[in-house]
């Protein structure tokens, strides 16, 4: 499943052993009527019956793993009663593994909305912080803090696409100024409120050098964050194969505490004249944004792994390949007839040896001449090839001649 702004793309392949005559597909019970994209609703459905020289299925072109998350983001705990004063838990990671040497990892978050009850245009913002390493090292490798910023009660899909390959040639694009994915640091300074700490580094690959080290809409030019673009529902990572190897990835997210946009100062990261870490705590004991009223839930929805190769090689199998924008794609039933080598209408050329001449078949017992009527059986049996287009009225067997023996025609 991959989301292309706010809709979902779904793609599958079903496969029956053998070629196969397919008709009355269905999914669910709505029957496919053949059209495809917006004329049947989003649905686009490409068959492919196994017989020799049909080419290959285009529709579905890589093969992926969904790992269902469903994990609601865990967030600040408050004291009920007065739900601005910090309980004494903080945020944790919440973790996904990919597939062994994956081309791109996808994950997808739900938002609930974004919004203060008593304050319906205020801009609020929530930080995400994500690590990864390859399994079997220690180290984890931070990428950029990423802040996402909205004013809706509408839930909204947002995914991080990270995609291995090669890094990312030149300056980011320009990201959205008044909703999405507005920010991206490089490095956060600690906060200024007691004890301290906090604070964020992000891996040396994703900075082109010191300095520069915020990524937002005017900066896109002189900023030193590298290989990172935003958008308003999508952050793209470029991740160089050979500065992050082949293997499985583990990969872990965190959110901080929401916060008002109008207090924040992006270029010094202070948030009403203090810089705050939200992620940790502080001595005093508040968040930056009461809790109550706040509609801010974030679900860790799903992960998905994908390699860019055709699901199926083999040539010699029945293919359906379903592509389904915005809607459920259920079960899918069709009538599969299996197809046989069979001289019929499932002919090719590799299947047929090459034409030969005549050839006369030898004789086990002689009928003697004037002995023979129609209400004798005379039978034989050989092998028989036939060239792949044979002309019409083409003798199969014939005995005595023409015109005055038997013979059998195509």
Known sequence: IELVGQDELAEAVHVLAGPHKLRDIRLGETTW????????????????????????????????????????????????????????????????????RPDEVWVHFLIAGLLRQDALTDKLRVPLRIRMRRRGDNAWRRLPELHYMDSTQAARRIQIKILFGEAAVGSPIPPPAQRGFVEARKWVPAQTLAPGGGGWTADAYFSAGAGGDVYRLGTEGT????????????????????AWPDGVYEIEVVRGATFRNALFTSSSYQHSGQVWDFFGSHEGGTLPLTREGLLDTITLR????????????????????????NRAVGQLSVLASGLVRDLGGYVAADYMTPAVGPVTVAAEATVPDGTFDKTKNIAFECDVRLPVAPAARSVLWEDGGTGIGAAVYI
């Not at 299925?57 to 269902?68: A, E, H, N, Q, Y």
């Not at 009920?80 to 903080?90: D, I």
């Not at 590298?226 to 990572?237: E, F, G, M, S, Y």
């Not at 799903?302 to 924008?325: G, K, N, Y």
Request: net charge neutral.
């Open 33 to 100: 009527d053949g059209l495809a994209g917006e004329g049947d609703s989003g649905l686009e459905i490409e068959i492919r019956e196994g017989r020799p020289g049909e080419p290959a299925p285009s529709l579905v072109r890589r093969i992926g793993r969904t790992d269902d998350l469903g994990v609601q983001m865990s967030v600040h705990s408050v004291d009920p009663e007065n739900q601005v004063v910090f309980a004494g838990r903080v945020p944790v990671y919440h973790g996904m593994a990919s597939i062994d």
């Open 223 to 242: 900023t030193n964050v590298r290989n990172l673009n935003l958008q308003a529902d999508q952050v793209t990572v470029y991740l160089d194969r050979g």
């Open 302 to 325: 799903r992960a998905v792994s994908v390699r860019h190769r055709p699901p199926v090689s083999r040539r010699d199998v029945a293919l359906i390949a379903v592509r389904a924008r």
